[in-house]
């Protein structure tokens, strides 16, 4: 199983980034999929997910009504489209499926 994750990086408050998560080795479509994060010093935690087929979504109380989880299936991807980032966004943002796997992660870094 592998995820890869892309799409980082450094932008001002007020911008936008569109990650993606690329996944091998398993049945890609068949299963719910979701972003995590982890700012310095904090616990990982959970920002979105999706189900196998894109139909039902769930995201954190603080970045519901900015960050879109969608996915691919035919691409075997999915994404997190984050507009309004705060700095409070800076964190590494993994990808991870249902049977634990996570990717290595991309650095996301909100600041003027």
């Known amino acids: 199983v592998q995820l890869v994750e892309s799409g980082g990086g450094l932008v001002q408050p007020g911008g936008s980034l569109r990650l993606s998560c690329v996944a091998s080795g398993f049945s890609f479509s068949t299963y719910l999929m979701s972003w995590y994060r982890q700012a310095p010093g904090k616990e990982r935690e959970l920002v979105a997910s999706?189900?196998?087929?894109?139909?039902?979504?769930n995201y954190a109380d603080s970045v519901k009504g900015r960050f879109t989880i969608s996915r691919d299936n035919a691409k075997n991807t999915v994404y997190l489209q984050m507009n309004s980032l705060k700095p409070e966004d800076t964190a590494v943002y993994y990808c991870?499926?249902?049977?634990?796997?996570w990717g290595q992660g991309t650095q996301v870094t909100v600041s003027s």
């Open positions: 991870r499926n249902i049977f634990g796997h």
């Open positions: 999706i189900t196998s087929g894109g139909r039902n979504t």
